[in-house]
């Protein structure tokens, strides 16, 4: 159910908080309808089927213009997955019951753009949008079906000759390496002629030949297959969008792909088919990296896994991004009917895209999980067809997917020489994941409602806070930091840590006095800069103990740049009269002006009271010996 609220539609699930997360209790995925930001430029009629589904909401947030000074906003229809209601979402027309087909038929066909998706959907929903389709006048209309680019799965890479051999003229036969090359047989019966035993072989006369000739005979003819029979390197070069003939069926999937011909082999005058196929998807409500964004958060087990050796190439893709490719191919209508939708990710490798998500949400560490036996990517059921697994399957099993692809022409221009330009588009995250994970790590945050509790803890010594800093900090499955944490912490930097140079410095000049508060800031912010304090929080424990020591930990003064004090004191000596530029007195304070750091910034604060009295009872009990002078300079500090 939907529940109405003043900014909008709330979510249909309950809100998770903290305890869902670290229960890993199951849950289906939310869909948040926001506000329009480009509209089309026209207003139309779309149909998207599944609207309740991760690409459902996604696409009704991008095709949606409702805005108040928009006048004619886009008629948007749609319909739910498993069920028939008339409760539709804010932005929505009418919302289409399955029990009805003719009227359901009949609303398809006046829509100018009916949108349908494989990846949560029923493959028989296409067959409705055709027959509606059908049945459509003399007006344009758009059909536009959501694929993947999972069906290529069992095509293997595009292998081509590094050094093809030149073209054979027309009535000359071809050199005899190839015909050698072509006539040889088959490894698998190579294979079966090894196994079989080797008969004596008999010399004239019947005798038989002496195994040292044998073993001469091979070898020279080995010899003379390699001189005939020289190796062929090949190159692995990416698919294109228009190399779909080339893709082999992909066990699992039939279904799926019979689809996909279904809406290529259509022909209507007034309508225009498309099929995008996406790359795995990511962002929002996870769904293949469900699983290794929730363990980057909990970092339990603080290493996240990839399959096989992860040098396999994933084709990925933001959602938002794949709603914007829906977007550009109703408004574009590209001659290509079958297009790829994956993002320009620099490496698209297995190994490097876990790796992004471990060091921007997590501890930065991964380690192997022996590939599984890659079973068919989804059985399908030939009574019912369960949409929920036809995209959602282990994601052991999708990552193994090996596609190098080119991409969309809707994106890149290529000229004769093969240099790539890239066209407009409204990217959300154009390099993927790895280059974008701040963004998509929020976003997992916001929809999964995980914010972070960072709490300040301060008292007189003695008083108890380390002990409820600690009871916080395992209640709510988050770091506990206190000055020994930092100080054990900078004791095993690296020599080549500029820091560990300048805790050096101050042990010889000063061996017996602590570390001053400009040390213990930068080692305090280090901790605080974890992905598990950004993202889960922390409970700081008396520390800072001082304004000074507040505004040194919290806020960052940037160095002055040394070359432009040089260039100044240059022009200052070549131009005494005053003919130099002025300084520019307002850039350069604002470039100096100390930045506060809100990020590690606690938002919930505890301070503790205690009487001097009951403190010097405490330290009695866990001091050998009475040391009041050291507790009095405590007490000093802290007052």
């Known amino acids: 159910f ?49 609207l309740n589904t991760y690409i459902g909401a996604a696409l009704h947030n991008e095709l949606r213009n409702d805005t108040k000074d928009n006048d004619a906003p886009n008629e948007i229809y749609g319909s739910y997955t498993d069920k028939d209601s008339s409760e539709k979402p804010q932005g929505i027309k009418k919302m289409l019951k399955r029990s009805k087909p003719r009227l359901m038929r009949k609303k398809i066909s006046e829509c100018d753009v009916a949108i349908f998706d494989l990846h949560y959907g029923n493959p028989n929903d296409v067959t409705i949008g055709l027959e509606a389709m059908q049945k459509t006048g ?75 000739e044998k073993k001469e ?14 190796e062929i390197e090949y190159i692995t070069l990416p698919w294109s969008e228009t190399d779909l003939k080339e893709r082999k069926p992909c066990a699992g999937l039939e279904q799926l792909q019979k689809a996909e011909e279904d809406v290529l082999k259509f022909k209507k005058d007034n309508v225009k088919c498309f099929i995008i196929a996406a790359g795995v998807l990511y962002g929002l409500d996870e769904v293949t990296f469900k699983e290794h964004f929730e363990n980057a958060w909990l970092q339990t087990p603080p290493e996240l896994q990839y399959v096989g050796s992860g040098e396999n190439h994933v084709p990925t893709i933001h959602v938002k991004d794949l709603a914007r490719f829906v977007k550009k191919v109703a408004e ?36 192997q999980n022996e590939a599984p036996k890659k079973l068919p990517m989804f059985a399908i059921k030939k009574v019912h067809y369960n949409a929920q697994r036809v995209m959602q399957s282990e994601w052991t099993n999708v990552l193994q997917l090996d596609m190098r692809v080119k991409p969309s022409a809707l994106v890149v221009k290529q000229d004769e020489e093969g240099k790539e330009e890239d066209l407009e588009f409204d990217w959300h995250c154009k390099e993927g994941i790895a ?28 008083s108890g806070k380390t ?11 988050i770091l506990h930091i206190s000055i020994s944490d930092v100080v054990r912490q900078m004791a095993n930097l690296p020599s080549s840590d500029w820091l560990h140079d300048d805790i050096e410095e101050f042990k010889k000049a000063h061996p017996k006095e602590q570390y001053p508060k400009e040390i213990l800031c930068e080692g305090f912010k280090r901790l605080l800069k974890l992905n598990a304090c950004l993202y889960r929080g922390y409970v700081l424990d008396g520390f800072p103990r001082s304004y000074s020591e507040a505004k040194c930990l919290f806020y960052t003064t940037p160095k002055k740049p040394k070359k432009k004090v040089e260039e100044k004191k240059e022009n200052a000596e070549e131009n005494p009269e005053g003919d130099a530029k002025p300084p520019e007195g307002d850039e350069e304070e604002q470039k100096t002006k100390p930045k506060f750091e809100k990020d590690i910034y606690p938002d919930s604060f505890i301070m503790l009271k205690c009487n001097k009295e009951l403190v010097f009872s405490r330290i009695e009990k866990q001091l050998k010996k009475k040391s009041t002078e050291a507790l009095q300079e405590k007490l000093d500090i802290y007052n």
């Not at 809100?15 to 329009?36: I, P």
């Not at 020279?220 to 390699?226: F, L, Q, R, T």
């Open 138 to 212: 003399e007006e344009e209309k758009i059909l536009i079906l959501i694929s993947s680019l999972l069906l290529w799965d069992g095509t293997g890479p595009n292998l081509k000759p590094k050094n093809p051999p030149p073209p054979v003229p027309e009535g000359e036969a071809p050199p005899p390496q190839e015909i050698k090359k072509e006539e040889a047989p088959p490894a698998e019966e190579k294979a079966e002629a090894e196994e079989q035993p080797e008969e004596p072989e008999e010399k004239e006369g019947g005798e038989e030949k002496d195994p040292a």
């Open 467 to 477: 002990m409820l800093a600690k009871e916080l900090a395992k209640k709510y499955n």
């Open 332 to 367: 574009s209508k590209p001659e290509q009917q079958y297009v790829f939708a994956v993002d320009r990710t620099p490496d698209r490798r297995q190994i490097a895209i876990i790796e992004g998500i471990a060091k921007g949400l997590g501890s930065g560490n991964i380690e």
């Open 2 to 50: 939907f529940v109405q609220a003043e900014d909008g539609i709330r979510d249909p699930l309950w809100s998770r908080g903290l305890g869902d997360v670290y229960k890993r209790q199951e849950y289906m995925g939310q869909f948040k309808f926001e506000e329009q930001r480009n509209p089309l430029k026209m207003a139309k009629k779309f149909y998207i089927n599944n």
């Open 435 to 462: 280059a974008n994970i701040s963004k998509v790590a929020k976003e997992y945050c916001d929809v999964n409602n995980l914010k972070p509790i960072k709490i300040y803890i301060n008292g007189p010594p003695f």
């Open 217 to 230: 005979e091979p070898e020279k003819a080995e010899k003379k297959e390699e001189k005939k029979a020289p």
